[in-house]
């Protein structure tokens, strides 16, 4: 697939995934709803993999890359699924823009990674700064919005965490074999969970809830997936970090346009706060070097 196209795909998916999260959990189900797309998208995965000539490598190695994926499948879905039941869908966009942030914080407690830069502790600030507004106006909208933006907060940290993890192990797999590994992996952990939440066995989706639980499935869990590992493999870290400033303003976008959301003023404010804290933490080390370059010139 060209790099163009691909692109635009994570783009697009990652915009809109949001939107069909709310959706698919609106008749008040969802971790059924969240089960049913993972089932799908493991099956597509699984179906795929077969069709290529291809197995699920089961080394030891490749088990513990897709065990250390698990809670950034399992633990950060479950999360968001639930907080989507009190949260606009372009704040839970913006919210998983925090997550470059989050993994260089992350990193710092680790051996090995690189330290971070005072502009990037620059950016580590705003995003904090940016989420204190959110969570200050969230004050008035109750206790079920606070502990929601919590799980989000907590739904960030478990992606960016295991994400660090998968890095770290280092079992060189494909992405469609990752993928398919992880989601197999979680979905007993979905089961479970369903078990427990006492939501109805038969996941009572409506028509607009069963189309986005569908095209999640397809493109949110498989296409938009493999096509961020496909250009993460050809462009520069810093161009593919570019998605996660355009999907957040895109996200709240659709949520106003197409689901009569309407964020208030200082939810934007702390939106726009988090994306200029992207943008320092992101693009600061390039910004440094043009400088430093311009300095050295006579």
Known sequence: MPTGPAYLTVVLVWATTPLAIKWSAEAG???????????????????ILRLLGRGLPRSRRALLSYAVAV??????????????MSLPSGLLSVMFGLAPLISGLILQALPGATRLKPW????????????????????????????ALA???AAVTLFSGSGIAVQRVAAGLPPLEQTAGAL???????????????????VPLTPRGLWAVLYLALFGSLIGFLCY?????????ATVALVTLITPVLALGLGMALNGERPSLSMWLGAALILVALGAYL??????????KRAAVP
Do not use: K
């Open 283 to 292: 693009f600061g080390d390039r910004l440094a070097r043009r400088a430093a």
């Open 151 to 153: 799980m989000m907060v």
């Open 71 to 84: 809670p950034g499948v399992f633990g950060a879905m479950a999360l968001s699924y639930r907080a989507s």
């Open 229 to 237: 590992y496909l250009i993460l493999s050809r462009l520069a870290a």
């Open 29 to 47: 189900a969802p971790v059924g709803s969240v089960w049913l797309r993972m089932a799908i998208a493991a099956v597509l995965a699984v179906l």
């Open 184 to 202: 197999l992996l979680s979905m007993p952990c979905f089961a479970l969970l369903w078990l427990a939440s006492g939501e109805p066995l038969m």
């Open 120 to 147: 990037h502790w620059l950016g580590c600030l705003l995003g904090v700064v940016g989420l204190a507004v959110i969570f200050a106006d969230s004050l008035g909208a109750g206790v079920d919005q606070l502990g």
